[in-house]
């Protein structure tokens, strides 16, 4: 829009398949074989968009606000279930999912002509995600409490200049699990996040530039369990990679 203000709009298109598989005791048989149940479903047309403003005050500071729509999902599919003594049955399932809208406030500081500075602020809506339910069309719905709640991550980095062509990157974060203890699941055991990044840019022209990414997540230990049922400590390392290509018309 000008030296200092920009914007960019965003749309996106999803794709969701997701399977829950459950094993239970059995109802009527104390001590017998175990019932278990599979659900199986797909939503193949979800959209988002996203939106973001750009402004710089003064030369080498940026201050980023973007924002990422929520999408909502609409999963058809099966329920299969297996219970011994009776064989297995089918029915059509139904399942609506909303994931969350992320807000997210960014701020880059360059030094100099080598090195850049970074920090970011992100908060993720995910109280929107409040229950799993699976509407069985001839038998009882399945209803899963998660009550999770929304999270911030707060993250900072640098970046060094090698040479007119490559860039160096590194960051260190923290980001807040959206589960609660009287909900978590052996489903998605979730634990606090400490997140270290590293990261490479290569930009062989004014037009195309392309970035690799690698990410290390360590999770904290949580604890999972139903009274006497069960009891089950968790701890979680995550390795995300990723690669992109950009080019400017």
Do not use: C
């Not at 809506?125 to 009882?140: C, M, Y």
């Not at 009274?227 to 390392?237: E, M, P, R, V, W």
Request: aromatic share 10%; no cysteine.
């Amino acid at each position: 829009l000008s030296d200092q203000w920009s914007v960019g709009l965003g749309v996106s298109y999803n794709y969701l398949e997701g399977e829950l598989s459950r094993t239970a005791p059995h109802p009527a048989i104390p001590g017998g074989p175990d019932v278990r149940s599979r659900v199986t479903g797909d939503d193949s047309a979800s959209w988002g968009y996203n939106v973001g403003v750009l402004f710089q005050p003064v030369e080498g500071t940026r201050i980023g606000l973007s924002y990422r729509s929520e999408v909502d999902y609409g999963l058809e599919g099966k329920t299969t279930l297996q219970i011994p003594g009776l064989g297995t049955q089918r029915f059509d399932a139904a399942l609506d999912v909303t994931l969350p809208a992320i807000a997210d406030l960014s701020i880059t500081q360059q030094l100099n002509e080598r090195w850049t500075l970074y920090a970011t602020a992100m908060w993720t809506e995910w109280s929107r995600f409040d229950e799993l339910v699976v509407e069985n069309r001839g038998f009882t719905n399945v209803v899963e409490p998660q009550e999770w709640q929304d999270t911030w991550l707060f993250s900072v980095g640098a970046s060094v200049q090698l040479s007119p062509t490559w860039m160096l990157r590194a960051g260190i974060g923290t980001d807040e699990t959206p589960t609660r203890d009287e909900h978590r699941s052996v489903r998605v055991p979730n634990g606090d996040r400490l997140l270290l990044g590293l990261g490479a840019s290569w930009t062989p022209s004014d037009e195309m530039s392309a970035d690799l990414g690698y990410m290390f997540i360590k999770e904290e230990e949580v604890n999972v369990g139903r009274g006497t049922a069960y009891q089950a400590d968790f701890q979680t390392d995550i390795h995300i990679v990723a690669l992109q290509v950009n080019y400017r018309f």
